[in-house]
């Protein structure tokens, strides 16, 4: 059997049960064949056509940001969903929420420091960078990249997620599963992308603003994976159960992906902090080198006016009187 073809089917079925998960059988399995996928393949297509376009006429491009969407945004979107680790997706819960953290935080933080909003503004026609300024300057999208909504949306998923019947829905049916997938980047986008700023997004706040929003964020972290972590009830009822799977236990793998949603959610917090931080300070000495040169010119403009005056006084000689 195919890993590829979804082991868990097989397992409900009673036919067989899933191998054990190893690091081989990730890059083993490669499926194209999902909406994800395409989106993946169109996004880069895309993305390398605008930053083709920038060289033609000339311009330079952030080699780093072409870096950032293309490897840390689209290939770790790539690295969890079309790869082995899809296919264990719904066996093993602790994969699913590496899936979780990769789809909500890591690839959304890449995505914006890709700015591929600004490389579309620099590289479409007219028409259409007027239409896509009108929607990027619309009210609802003013509102969900409002930080504190997108802040209560991003933190508020995964409660609903886990603590309602909608996770074992997700386990059950394969378009639910794929849509919860698309929503987590969705979502993490709206957050991460007017905290990091590089794209000319509304409700942009002040870097003490955004930062204050990355270290509330990391308590709820911190009680999500806690609570799954010591729970007594396992995620999606009986689903795990009865995978009747001879090399893993439902409950010592909730642990595991308690442990990893709360260590990753803390370090991925933690980091796009120090991202802040930095931000921040080049901005504040992009604003002194400003403020340098205002100061200079300013300067420089007082002394060509007092060079002028005392030439204009000097030129003036004294006139002789008539006696």
Known sequence: M????????????????????????????????????LF??????????????????GDHWPPGRTAAFLA?????????TITGIEAYDTTLISVHMVQHMVLSMVGPIFLALGAPVTLALRTLPVRHRKL????????VVRVVTFPLVAFGIF????????????????LEQAWLHEFIHVHFIVTGCLFFWPLLGLD????????????????????????????????????GGDWYPN???TWMDPFSDQVTAGGILWAGGEIVSVTMLGILVLQWIKQSEREARRIDRALDRAEAEDRADATKITTETSTVRPQPDAD
Request: charged share 10%; proline share 8%.
């Open 2 to 37: 195919q890993l590829a073809e979804s082991p868990t089917v097989a397992v409900v079925a009673g036919d067989t049960v899933p191998p054990p998960f190893s690091v081989a059988r990730i890059f083993a399995e490669i499926s194209l064949t999902s909406l994800i996928a």
């Open 40 to 57: 993946l393949l169109v996004a880069a297509a895309v993305y390398l056509y605008g930053v083709h376009r920038m060289r033609q006429r």
């Open 72 to 80: 840390g945004g689209l290939g770790g979107i790539a690295a969890v």
């Open 132 to 139: 896509l300024l009108a929607v990027l300057h619309s009210r």
């Open 155 to 170: 933190i508020a998923n995964p409660f609903v997620l886990y603590f309602t019947d909608l996770y074992r829905a997700t």
């Open 200 to 235: 000319p997004l509304p409700n942009r706040w002040p870097y003490p603003g955004r930062a204050l929003l990355m270290v509330l964020s990391v308590p709820f972290h911190t009680v999500l994976g806690l609570t799954i972590m010591q729970s007594r009830t396992l995620l």
């Open 243 to 245: 995978l009747r799977l």
